[in-house]
């Protein structure tokens, strides 16, 4: 009887400590229970995993994504004891001990006081708030990472430009020195059978920014009395969160016009309900609008992140381009654009939903005064089940939407005939990408060759372009070498009507009666196919003043690798400061054609003064307007 009254009373101190220690474990949130089945797998299965960790796994398994124990149990070796659970350990001494290589407990204090004067345990705050929020865990001094280890790329210029305590503290400067001169944002978020818990994250993501000078708007595209409940609740925490409810299902658009209607912010930004915003985005977006009051699109740079939080595939976009938005909704998210400009347009169209921000963009770039790029990665965007995040093919009918979008955008800039197919590769790879094929175009083109090498080359070149359609209007012969016999080039060109100019490109410029000056070497062979109308197509698109194109070599054929082909323009915007910029008015725009072997160049309102020296040792090929008629 004795000795079962002491095994009876032994299990039930060691079942107390069980409870205690889950208790402590559980108010710590610093047990990721979703990650540890995905590391115990059958083992903790079909138990409870915190009651498994407890039992069984403390001694090998890891409780959450930072805190690696057979590390931790390697570094405080002298002052842990062999029966010693290494998380309790670390949550009873924390800050003073580190969860592992990638956390530093005391340094995260240092950089955010406002986290170290709430008490919380840093790691917990981290996990829960801080990597939403684009805060940065730094590494444990004179930590190396073992050989084949772990950190991504990206993971890597993570830890290197997430925002610091400095960031934060400079923003805030630069809002303050601004004053008067910000913007108000209004964020605008649909809701339709939202996961609350992504939902939270989403409207917590607006909460926690760094500039106050925004309003959120709920927007309830549904009749459910619950989806109403949640959202109610929000307008609680904070006076600046609104909400609208539709009482029945309208639909993307319809939902953030009604969100927009009820708007009284300068500028619109457009959040879906699952996604993110990192802290300090409504403050770059104010800042960019201030520093440019004619903006009125602006966007910028995103990255992915899964429901643990981990972030991943980033996309750092080019500055605006117009020719590349007709190929593919770069702009992505963030999407910005000022009220006055949103409600003149009409907001979104019903019948684009699924695609409605790209035809959005579409029609606004056609008026927008000036577009604006903020080369940060401002906005997280949720890759889950039924997200383009993770393949277009979640949302098939956001792709066949797109070519419609394309299509009207070509009309309404005057460019008829053209076609738009999804591209070959987009659809293998399940992207949003598209070809557009331009028809005839009414532009006469002058093409100078420069010859570079022997006479064959030229016949075999001058021949192609006069089977070329639209044939070119006239040809001109630059001499390009001292080598090989310019009396046979010389014969040649006249047998097909081509004129040898010795006074080099400002005497061509002073007799060509063509739209376009196209400039070709020789040695180089456009391929058999409509390549004349793609260049021009692309000439006619608005505000083109540089169409590029892709230059192989014979002996790289396959490996597609292109030769650099740079051009310059008579005129060019100002250079904006600080790290957003853009291109804007009725400067020239840089864009890249369809067409493999050709480079144009558009002049505006007068002649072209370069020195033909100068001008041939630009680029292989290029092409200006000769004269304003």
Same mark, same amino acid.
């Given at each position: 009887?004795?000795?079962?009254?002491?095994?009876?009373?032994?299990?039930?101190?060691?079942?107390?400590?069980?409870?205690?220690?889950?208790?402590?474990?559980?108010?710590?949130?610093?047990?990721?229970?979703?990650?540890?089945?995905? $590391?115990?797998?059958?083992?903790?299965?079909?138990? %409870?995993?915190?009651?498994?960790?407890?039992?069984?796994?403390? !001694?090998?398994?890891?409780?959450?994504?930072?805190?690696?124990?057979?590390?931790?149990?390697?570094?405080?070796?002298?002052?842990?004891?062999?029966?010693?659970?290494?998380?309790?350990?670390?949550?009873?001494?924390?800050?003073?001990?580190?969860?592992?290589?990638?956390?530093?407990?005391?340094?995260?204090?240092?950089?955010? *006081?406002?986290?170290?004067?709430?008490?919380?345990?840093?790691?917990?705050?981290?996990?829960?708030?801080? @990597?939403?929020?684009?805060?940065?865990?730094?590494?444990?001094?004179?930590?190396?990472?073992?050989?084949?280890?772990?950190?991504?790329?990206?993971?890597?210029?993570?830890?290197?430009?997430?925002?610091?305590?400095?960031?934060?503290?400079?923003?805030?400067?630069?809002?303050?020195?601004?004053?008067?001169?910000?913007?108000?944002?209004?964020?605008?978020? *649909?809701?339709? @059978? +939202?996961?609350?818990?992504?939902?939270? $994250?989403?409207?917590?993501?607006?909460?926690?920014?760094?500039?106050?000078?925004?309003?959120?708007?709920?927007?309830?595209?549904?009749?459910?009395?619950?989806?109403?409940?949640?959202?109610?609740?929000?307008?609680?925490?904070?006076?600046?969160?609104?909400?609208?409810?539709?009482?029945?299902?309208?639909?993307?658009?319809?939902?953030?016009?009604?969100?927009?209607?009820?708007?009284?912010?300068?500028?619109?930004?457009?959040?879906?309900?699952? %996604?993110?915003?990192?802290?300090?985005?409504?403050?770059?977006?104010?800042?960019?609008?201030?520093?440019?009051?004619?903006?009125?699109?602006?966007?910028?740079?995103?990255?992915?992140?899964?429901?643990?939080?981990?972030?991943?595939?980033?996309?750092?976009?080019?500055?605006?381009?117009?020719?590349?938005?007709?190929?593919?909704?770069?702009?992505?998210?963030?999407?910005?654009? $000022?009220?006055?400009?949103?409600?003149?347009?009409?907001?979104? $169209?019903?019948?684009?939903?699924?695609?409605?921000?790209?035809?959005?963009?579409?029609?606004?770039?056609?008026?927008?005064?000036?577009?604006?790029?903020?080369?940060?990665?401002?906005?997280?965007?949720?890759?889950?089940?039924?997200?383009?995040?993770?393949?277009?093919?979640?949302?098939?009918?956001?792709?066949?939407?797109?070519?419609?979008?394309?299509?009207?955008?070509?009309?309404? @800039?005057?460019?008829?005939?053209?076609?738009?197919?999804?591209?070959?590769?987009?659809?293998?790879?399940?992207?949003?990408?598209?070809?557009?094929?331009?028809?005839?175009?009414?532009?006469?083109?002058?093409?100078?060759?420069?010859?570079?090498?022997?006479?064959?080359?030229?016949? @075999?070149?001058?021949?192609?372009?006069?089977?070329?359609?639209?044939?070119?209007?006239?040809?001109?012969?630059?001499?390009?070498?001292?080598?090989?016999?310019?009396?046979?080039?010389?014969?040649?060109?006249?047998?097909?009507?081509?004129?040898?100019?010795?006074?080099?490109?400002?005497?061509?410029?002073?007799?060509?009666?063509?739209?376009?000056?196209?400039?070709?070497?020789?040695?180089?062979?456009? +391929?058999?196919?409509?390549?004349?109308?793609?260049?021009?197509?692309?000439?006619?698109?608005? !505000?083109?003043?540089?169409?590029?194109?892709?230059?192989?070599?014979?002996?790289?054929?396959?490996?597609?690798?292109?030769?650099?082909?740079?051009?310059?323009?008579?005129?060019?915007?100002?250079?904006?400061?600080?790290?957003?910029?853009?291109?804007?008015?009725?400067?020239?725009?840089?864009?890249?054609?369809?067409?493999?072997?050709?480079?144009?160049?558009?002049?505006?309102?007068? !002649?072209?003064?370069?020195?033909?020296?100068?001008?041939?040792?630009?680029?292989?090929?290029?092409?200006?307007?000769?004269?304003?008629?």
């Amino acid at each position: 009887m004795h000795f079962r009254s002491f095994r009876s009373a032994t299990e039930w101190l060691a079942n107390l400590r069980l409870r205690r220690a889950r208790r402590i474990i559980e108010r710590s949130g610093l047990f990721d229970e979703r990650f540890y089945r995905s $590391r115990a797998g059958e083992l903790a299965a079909s138990c %409870d995993p915190i009651d498994h960790y407890l039992r069984v796994g403390w !001694r090998e398994l890891d409780p959450n994504q930072l805190f690696e124990t057979s590390w931790y149990a390697r570094t405080y070796a002298s002052v842990l004891k062999r029966e010693d659970n290494p998380l309790l350990d670390f949550i009873r001494h924390s800050p003073a001990r580190n969860p592992g290589p990638q956390f530093d407990a005391a340094r995260y204090l240092e950089d955010y *006081p406002d986290v170290a004067a709430s008490g919380a345990n840093p790691l917990a705050h981290y996990l829960r708030f801080g @990597r939403f929020e684009g805060r940065s865990a730094r590494l444990v001094p004179n930590y190396l990472p073992p050989i084949g280890a772990v950190l991504t790329r990206y993971e890597s210029w993570l830890s290197a430009n997430a925002l610091s305590k400095t960031d934060v503290e400079e923003l805030r400067e630069r809002l303050a020195a601004r004053g008067a001169s910000l913007p108000t944002i209004s964020v605008i978020v *649909p809701v339709y @059978r +939202p996961d609350e818990q992504l939902l939270a $994250r989403a409207v917590e993501s607006v909460c926690r920014q760094l500039f106050d000078g925004w309003e959120l708007w709920l927007v309830n595209d549904s009749d459910c009395e619950k989806t109403s409940a949640i959202i109610d609740a929000w307008t609680v925490r904070d006076e600046r969160i609104g909400t609208v409810h539709l009482g029945e299902n309208r639909g993307i658009s319809a939902a953030t016009n009604a969100g927009a209607a009820a708007a009284r912010g300068d500028v619109l930004l457009f959040l879906d309900q699952d %996604d993110e915003l990192s802290v300090d985005c409504a403050g770059e977006i104010a800042i960019h609008y201030a520093d440019f009051p004619a903006s009125d699109l602006v966007y910028s740079d995103d990255d992915k992140i899964d429901r643990s939080g981990r972030r991943y595939d980033p996309q750092f976009k080019p500055d605006w381009s117009p020719a590349l938005l007709l190929s593919w909704m770069y702009v992505g998210h963030v999407l910005t654009v $000022r009220r006055p400009l949103f409600e003149s347009l009409g907001g979104f $169209r019903s019948q684009f939903d699924g695609t409605q921000d790209y035809d959005f963009t579409l029609r606004a770039a056609e008026v927008a005064r000036r577009v604006g790029h903020v080369s940060k990665i401002l906005y997280h965007w949720r890759a889950i089940d039924g997200s383009t995040a993770l393949s277009a093919a979640e949302k098939p009918l956001s792709t066949e939407r797109g070519r419609p979008a394309i299509e009207q955008a070509l009309q309404r @800039r005057g460019i008829t005939g053209a076609r738009v197919n999804p591209a070959e590769w987009a659809e293998c790879a399940g992207a949003g990408a598209y070809n557009v094929q331009f028809g005839a175009s009414s532009s006469t083109v002058a093409v100078i060759l420069e010859v570079r090498s022997n006479v064959d080359s030229f016949r @075999r070149c001058i021949e192609l372009l006069n089977a070329t359609t639209p044939a070119p209007a006239e040809i001109f012969v630059v001499k390009r070498s001292h080598d090989g016999d310019w009396e046979a080039v010389a014969r040649l060109a006249a047998e097909f009507g081509a004129r040898c100019i010795a006074g080099g490109v400002e005497a061509i410029l002073e007799s060509c009666m063509s739209d376009m000056l196209l400039f070709l070497s020789t040695d180089l062979v456009p +391929p058999p196919s409509d390549w004349l109308p793609q260049l021009l197509g692309w000439m006619d698109v608005g !505000r083109t003043g540089v169409v590029g194109a892709r230059i192989r070599r014979a002996s790289r054929m396959s490996s597609g690798r292109p030769a650099t082909c740079t051009t310059t323009s008579k005129r060019r915007s100002p250079p904006d400061s600080g790290r957003t910029s853009t291109s804007a008015g009725p400067a020239p725009t840089r864009c890249s054609g369809t067409a493999k072997a050709i480079s144009w160049c558009r002049s505006r309102r007068r !002649r072209r003064t370069t020195r033909s020296g100068t001008l041939a040792s630009t680029a292989s090929l290029s092409i200006f307007r000769s004269r304003t008629r």
